[in-house]
């Protein structure tokens, strides 16, 4: 069974940089990724797609379209996300996940909180 871990985040002020990282691990199989992406959820609010990979196509949210930057291949088990000019309404759990089949997996989370 598919394994996902997150790492990168902590503390940043306003305006700073993070890189989250997603390794998965624990199948064969990870190479037959349909999709793969990261979402996040604040206190209080739905989970949402920051930004995603599907074969060639790359998407993002509105709320963070120039400011992240997505990367990894859906054969490699390793994915990026690359944050810069962080404000406080980034602040939230990150959490990746990888579309395997007809199955989706997620890592645990990553927390990112951004102070003023």
């Known amino acids: 069974q598919v394994q996902l871990v997150e790492s990168g985040g902590g503390l940043v002020q306003s305006g700073g940089s993070l890189r989250l990282s997603c390794v998965a691990s624990g199948s064969r199989f990870i190479v037959s990724t349909r999709g793969m992406g990261w979402y996040r959820q604040a206190t209080g609010k739905q989970r949402e797609l920051v930004a995603g990979?599907?074969?060639?196509?790359?998407i993002y949210a509105d709320s963070v379209k120039g400011r992240f930057t997505i990367s990894g291949d859906m054969d490699k088990n390793t994915m990026f996300l690359e944050m810069t000019s962080l404000k406080e309404e980034d602040t939230a759990i990150y959490y990746c996940k990888r579309t395997i089949g007809a199955q989706e997996f997620w890592g645990q989370g990553t927390q990112v909180t951004v102070s003023s």
């Open positions: 990979i599907v074969g060639p196509k790359r």
